[in-house]
């Protein structure tokens, strides 16, 4: 069983109950395969990230296997824009989406699930279409000052990871759900002096486990979501909180994903 995003945004949980941990989020028209249900949850593998977790059954729209490799075959166009209306031709219903929303099969401002078609005329990227470096940190600084949250993806709330995501997917470039996993990409730098704008730099533990990441915008000083999405200084200790006088997350590695060539 397969089956697509049909609202703005939905939660996925660790187990079967919505009292339980919220460990990432789906956006419009995110695909995913059903592996196992409980009752009126259903375990799903996200499509883009793989990521796995548990959603309400009334929240997505069932498709078809042909329609599910059709849009891996072919990714769909991501929207731009913070917040803008997309809306049910048939029945005249409107909702917002946020940025990072796919638009399936979209072509003359409208998009298509299966036989539900919806009226969108914002801003959108093809996602082959990967963008420069400071089309990058100009995304990112939209998301300035919105509040942390676990799990989060969107700009009413978001994580460290999620935000990273989410950024780059709104500029052609995929990326895992998790710091760790996205650790594991790109080249790492041998000295910080070599790192660009638009760069991954991660952060880790007493244990060496990464648990931080951010992204490099010049002039010694990183964009992450920590309380909030916020600019703080940045040198080859970590970062550090002028606030809090010290250095909140210690450095481990900067990345270059060698995805984006353009120079600011």
């Known amino acids: 069983m397969h089956g697509i ?9 660790k187990d079967p109950t919505d009292q339980s941990e919220m460990v990432t989020q789906l956006l419009f028209g995110d695909a995913f395969k059903v592996i196992e249900q409980k009752g009126n949850w259903h375990r799903i593998v996200n499509a883009f990230d793989y990521y796995e977790g548990w959603i309400d059954s009334k929240q997505y729209l069932p498709v078809s296997k042909t329609t599910f490799d059709l849009l891996q075959q072919h990714p769909a166009p991501v929207s731009t824009e913070l917040f803008q209306v997309i809306t049910a031709i048939k029945s005249d219903d409107s909702f917002p989406i946020v940025l990072g ?14 036989n539900k078609i919806y009226a969108f005329d914002g801003s959108v990227r093809a996602f082959e279409e990967q963008a420069n470096r400071k089309s990058i940190v100009e995304t990112a600084m939209l998301f300035l ?3 942390y949250l676990w799990g989060g993806k969107t700009l009413l709330g978001i994580d460290c990871s999620g935000f990273t995501q989410l950024v780059f997917k709104a500029n052609g470039i995929r990326l895992l759900r998790d710091a760790w996993q ?3 990409i790109g080249e790492p730098y041998s000295f910080v002096e070599e790192a660009q704008a638009g760069d991954l730099a991660f952060f880790d533990n007493e244990e060496g486990k990464i648990i931080h990441v951010g992204i490099l915008i010049g002039d ?18 970590g970062i550090f909180s ?5 250095y909140t997350h210690n450095l481990r590695v900067i990345k270059n994903t060698k995805a984006f060539t353009d120079d600011l």
Not at 5 to 13: A, D, G, K
Not at 220 to 237: L, M, Y
């Open 182 to 184: 996205q650790a594991e």
């Open 242 to 246: 002028q606030e809090r006088g010290g």
């Open 5 to 13: 995003t049909n609202l703005s945004v939905i939660p996925v949980r």
């Open 145 to 147: 000052n919105t509040p």
């Open 220 to 237: 010694n000083k990183i964009i992450h979501a920590s309380g909030c999405v916020r600019i703080d200084p940045f040198d080859h200790f």
């Open 101 to 114: 929303s796919s638009l399936p099969f979209l072509k003359d401002e409208k998009c298509q699930i299966e």
